[in-house]
């Protein structure tokens, strides 16, 4: 009865996490009314309903309070998802020194990156051709977003920092510890890996979000600190951010045997961790 509890009780995060996004808005909308409506206000006008829609139209459509509302919701996640994986499955926040000092662990999850980074490209091309309408909203979705054009602040913020640690304590972390609970690893993670893709919301992200989560919860739990999932997380986010990727496929067989050879040094340089969920983490 408790497995199956444990089961369902893996959905609930995911739920509150796309909540969050809903109400980070909310704070972040009240300020921009307040800005629109004080001048009229204070002028004595009213302002029209149509007018109204227009302006608020306008500040949906900005980069700047889509990051906005995007870093409010990751700072929310963070403490929310932090304290809920902490208090009620037992997992240590403090920072594994021990693991990060393994330099060729470390350098094992770098070379990943790359080999993720053309995984995630040649199942967007397979998802694209299998759904050019997904594709379509994908792409008009991160414009919107402000993750196609330029490299903000607030874009940096949440996209490479604040966004990997909130979706692995949501994820790798509440979820994953949830799943184990009631599945063996090789289930839990696919569990968690397909809530992964569905919290993203669209197919074409969903589609690499959950093959890319399969790789960060393996990370998770053979590294036995889910730090080491956040790090490569980060690392994954930094390259898509920062890095043109126009001619990825040009570099398709380097960036495999490098993602390969990553990926061998990682394993090398780990123990398999203890059936025991709460076991896996102690030593963080």
Avoid at 126 to 152: C, D, H, R
Avoid at 186 to 195: C, G, M, P, T
Avoid at 233 to 244: E, Q, S
Wanted: net charge positive; with cysteine.
């Amino acid at each position: 009865m408790k497995k199956i509890g444990s089961f369902f009780f893996c959905f609930l995060p995911l739920f509150a996490s796309i909540a969050l996004q809903f109400a980070a808005a909310l704070p972040v909308m009240g300020i921009c009314l307040l800005f629109i409506c004080m001048p009229y206000f204070l002028s004595g006008t009213k302002i029209g309903y149509a007018e109204l829609l227009l302006q608020l139209n306008g500040l949906y459509r900005n980069q700047n309070f889509a990051q906005l509302i995007s870093v409010i919701f990751a700072v929310s996640g963070i403490l929310l998802f932090g304290f809920w994986y902490a208090r009620q499955f037992g997992g240590s926040l403090r920072f594994p020194g021990n693991k990060f000092s393994n330099k060729k662990l470390i350098l094992g999850l770098a070379l990943l990156v790359p080999g993720l980074q053309i995984l995630s490209s040649v199942l967007t091309v397979i998802s694209a051709v299998l759904f050019p309408g997904w594709m379509e909203f994908y792409e008009k979705l991160m414009q919107t977003a402000g993750f196609s054009n330029s490299v903000s602040p607030l874009l940096i913020l949440y996209a490479v920092i604040l966004g990997p640690i909130e979706e692995e304590l949501t994820f790798r972390g509440v979820i994953f510890s949830s799943a184990q609970k009631a599945l063996p690893f090789w289930a839990a993670n696919v569990l968690q890996s397909l809530l992964f893709g569905i919290f993203h919301l669209n197919v074409i992200q969903g589609v690499y979000a959950f093959f890319i989560g399969l790789f960060f919860g393996y990370v998770c739990k053979r590294g036995g600190s889910i730090y080491l999932s956040i790090f490569l997380h980060i690392l994954f986010n930094c390259w898509g951010t920062f890095v043109v990727a126009e001619n990825i496929f040009l570099w398709f067989l380097p960036f495999v045997l490098l993602g390969a050879a990553g990926f061998f040094l990682f394993h090398k340089n780990t123990m398999p961790q203890a059936v025991n969920h709460y076991s896996d983490f102690s030593d963080m």
